[in-house]
């Protein structure tokens, strides 16, 4: 198997979502971010090709981070039945995220 270069360094996070599209959400879960996407585990399917926004509690935050972009895959999760993770590009690299999310590893 080929291996893959990553044209971002992903960060490890596990924070807690906020929102979804809109919507309040109680068990969602940001697993990882980069400057160009993220990956969330929700309790329900987003199909790939839509849109989805998002909102989190950056650590040390006081005011929820709004997130978005196209879901590019998704998959029921393999741990977790009635879990879904999800791979999300943002519309236009975020390369912002990379010093946030290095400080925020550095929180925990």
């Known amino acids: ?45 987003v199909a790939p090709r839509l849109t989805v926004e998002f909102a989190f509690l950056p650590p040390g935050g006081k005011t929820p981070m709004r997130l978005s972009g196209q879901v590019v895959w998704m998959r029921p999760s393999l741990e977790k039945t009635g879990r879904f993770w999800h791979g999300v590009q943002f519309y236009q690299p975020r390369w912002e995220i990379e010093a946030l999310a290095r400080g925020w590893q550095q929180q925990a």
């Open 1 to 45: 198997m080929a291996r893959v270069t990553r044209r971002a360094v992903r960060y490890e996070v596990h924070l807690p979502l906020a929102e979804v599209n809109r919507q309040t959400v109680t068990d969602g879960i940001l697993v990882n971010i980069s400057s160009l996407g993220v990956k969330l585990d929700l309790p329900f399917a």
